[in-house]
């Protein structure tokens, strides 16, 4: 009965009003910005690892993006990729494009609000997000909403993105295709969450930096194998994502129910799962970078989306495609686990369960950091080190715990992070094109 309730509930607010507020503040945001997804690509790519860094923050513009990154880089990237496509055919990827393309203004905007608003807590350490710029942007008066945006990201680190769906991946998929025992990956990937997550977010930050670069290496080299494999079928598959975007037709060979809809519905609403562009959370570590420009930030920020959904989902889209997986009863991991074992046998299995044990695992440590700077606003610095205890309790239930209304519990209070930063980005697009004309006057004086 409960189950049911939540599920309602949850298919509200992931609906056609939340996903056209998303996708809209996207479209609303690069009208305003001139197409800077476009105009600014090239620049944002070099500033991965050209930005100076020299400015007041924690750490790096590189190792505030892999702690972004390794947020979203999650095992939706492997997961949701496959879910979308099955429920909505091939056309589900070129939505997940659409809602990238957007989203990346979107990024741009907020992570450039979170280091124009930030501030520093008693601890010294760097505080920002969109509890900070809800409040100082807009306002004492809107300050509920702030805190409803820190209540709803508690939330998310909590019961949702941040512990027992990344540990329930790791579990499984350590177990089925290594057949290590469940406790013993739980009490170790305990024990690693603890030791990374109790030195805070320059230990998270230095791990991050680590992972998920090598990460997106492997999963990058592995799929591209897979386009190499089966080079004669890319090109029918990439016709079948953009015929399938718009023709309901086009879907129908594998199963049956598949409309331009449902391929809208699912790659819109997984492509921002993924990235999550508008839902406030990568604006939370973007404010700690070390940077004099907020607007430089947003552009590191903003290659985030791009290399989220436009290359590794695309890479993972793809693949399961061209393997014709997409048309078989498998779904989720099983369907991608199924395409990469065509190309690679048995050792594909264990490269996904490589790619999927580090993506949840530096999403666990990226969601922590978001949850603690939630709690820092709500209560304060001396609120942090019970924040982590419990969270790092919460991991080691993890492994026993499959309670699908927690996971849809936690679907809803992720949507439900989105409105109020929505909210703020509409209200402050003046301010994200002030700082941009800002930057961009700097950066034509050092031409001169």
């Keep these: 009965m409960l189950l049911e309730i939540l599920s309602t509930i949850d298919s509200f607010i992931w609906g056609p009003p939340l996903l056209v507020l998303l996708v809209g503040t996207g479209i609303f945001l690069t009208w305003k910005l001139r197409l800077i997804q476009i105009m600014q690509l090239s620049s944002a790519l070099k500033l991965i690892f050209g930005a100076k860094s020299n400015g007041e923050g924690d750490v790096t513009s590189f190792k505030a993006l892999c702690t972004a990154l390794a947020a979203t880089v999650g095992t939706g990237n492997i997961v ?44 010294g350490n760097i505080a920002g997000g969109p509890m900070h710029y809800i409040e ?143 839902l406030g959370s990568a604006p939370i570590v973007a404010a700690a970078a070390k940077t004099k420009w907020a607007a430089e930030q947003g552009l590191v920020s903003m290659t985030g989306t791009f290399i989220d959904t436009i290359v590794i989902c695309t890479l993972t889209g793809l693949s399961l495609i061209v393997t014709g997986v997409w048309q078989g009863p498998l779904n989720g991991a099983a369907m991608t686990n199924a395409a990469f074992v065509t190309s690679y046998a048995d050792l594909g299995s264990n490269i996904l369960m490589i790619g999927l044990v580090l993506f949840a695992f530096t999403t666990i440590l990226g969601w922590n950091y978001y949850g603690e700077r939630c709690v820092e606003y709500l209560m304060g610095v001396k609120a942090i080190l ?57 950066l034509k004086s050092l031409k001169k």
Aim: net charge positive.
């Design 386 to 442: 019970p924040y982590r205890l419990i969270f790092i309790g919460l991991i080691a239930c993890g492994p026993f715990l499959k309670l699908d209304e927690i996971w849809v519990l936690a679907d809803i209070v992720n949507g439900l992070m989105a409105i109020p930063n929505l909210i703020a980005l509409l209200a402050l697009s003046g301010v994200v094109v002030v700082e941009t004309k800002k930057y961009q006057e700097h």
């Design 136 to 278: 100082q942007g807009l306002g004492p008066k809107y300050k509920p909403l702030a805190i409803a945006f820190a209540i709803f990201g508690i939330g998310v680190a909590y019961f949702g993105i941040g512990t027992f769906a990344q540990v329930n991946s790791i579990v499984e998929i350590t177990h089925i295709t290594a057949g290590i025992p469940v406790i013993y990956t739980g009490i170790a990937l305990t024990i690693l969450v603890a030791m990374v997550t109790l030195g805070g977010l320059k230990s998270i930050a230095t791990v991050a930096g680590k992972i998920v670069p090598l990460m997106a290496v492997i999963y990058f080299f592995s799929t591209v194998g897979i386009m190499i494999v089966h080079a004669d079928a890319v090109p029918a598959a990439i016709a079948m994502v953009i015929e399938g975007a718009f023709n309901p037709t086009a879907a129908a060979g594998g199963f049956l129910g598949a409309s331009v809809m449902m391929a809208m519905r699912n790659g819109i609403a997984r492509g921002v799962f993924s990235n999550e562009s508008g």
């Design 80 to 123: 949701g990729v496959a879910t979308a496509v099955k429920a909505g055919g091939p056309g589900a990827l070129f939505w997940m494009w659409v809602a990238a393309f957007f989203g990346m203004a979107t990024k741009y905007s907020e992570c450039l609000l979170a280091v124009r608003y930030r501030t520093v807590d008693a601890n």
